[in-house]
């Protein structure tokens, strides 16, 4: 039966070359993001290539909208098999004792209430379909600290928390559910932030094991991998894609 699958954060980067690598391997992809014009663009390009999805309009940080993210899949499909539970935000470069509440509430909001948020609707749906993969997009930073990005750094760790336990929640239910940490990866968001830092793509480069910043390509191989009966007994598990960063 061919699998559906759900990418929040699918308009760009990570979330839309995830939304790619699913259909590629003969999944329905449902493409969610906040910005539905980008949701759209992923769909367009994927049907492109003679493969399925619909887009949506999501805001991960609103229960009603995830509810409703979730309601979609299960009026037109009866099941969900794969989440990628990606939207994400990067906070601008602030020390500490300068990130406003605002800034940190709106962080934990999209950043870690928003995958608690799908797994909460997920699940469910996943249980009445027999089971299925859940993955949760953390960061290298979910491992190592960044500097002047505490609120982001705090909910990446709090998304790898999260996800094992959910983990061992579900396990044996029929649902694995595992965290994806991405290292310096060549997406919007990341070259906003290298900006801000006044980094220069060489310079970052220079401070990876493997001497060059990586693809949303080799990250969405990761979460299919992950998705997939290959990836079976792993549960719980934070998988870091950063090449070599970590391991300095």
């Known amino acids: 039966m061919k699998k559906i699958a759900l990418v929040t954060g699918g308009g760009s980067g990570i979330g839309r070359a995830t939304a790619h690598a699913f259909a590629d391997v003969g999944a329905t992809v449902v493409v969610a993001d906040c910005n539905k014009s980008a949701a759209d663009a992923t769909v367009e390009a994927i049907v ?8 949506v309009a999501v805001d991960v940080s609103v229960a009603s909208s995830v509810r409703e993210m ?18 994400a935000i990067m906070p601008r470069k602030a020390d ?9 509430d709106r962080l934990m909001d999209i950043n870690l209430k928003g995958p608690w948020l799908c797994m909460k609707h997920e699940i469910p749906l996943m249980l009445k379909s ?9 960061s290298m930073n979910g491992l190592v600290a960044l500097p002047a990005a505490a609120g982001y750094v705090a909910s990446k760790f709090g998304v790898i928390g999260l996800s094992k336990s959910a983990a061992i929640d579900y396990a044996a239910r029929g649902i694995r559910i595992n965290a994806v940490c991405p290292g310096m990866t060549e997406t919007p968001m990341f070259a906003t932030a290298a900006a801000e830092r006044s980094a220069d ?22 979460v299919v991998w992950l998705c997939s009966d290959q990836a079976s007994y792993l ?7 950063d090449g070599g960063f970590t391991s300095l």
Not at 48 to 55: D, E, V
Not at 130 to 138: D, E, K, Q, R, S
């Open 235 to 241: 549960v719980g598990h934070a998988l870091v894609v």
């Open 130 to 138: 027999g089971g299925g993969a859940i993955v949760n997009t953390a």
């Open 70 to 87: 979730v309601r979609v899949i299960d009026n037109r499909y009866g099941r969900l098999d794969w989440a990628f539970n990606n939207a």
């Open 48 to 55: 492109g290539k003679s493969r399925q999805a619909i887009s």
């Open 96 to 104: 500490l004792v300068d990130l406003s509440e605002e800034e940190w």
């Open 201 to 222: 793509a060489s310079a970052i480069a220079g401070l990876l094991p493997i001497g060059r910043i990586g693809t949303p390509e080799e990250i969405a191989q990761a």
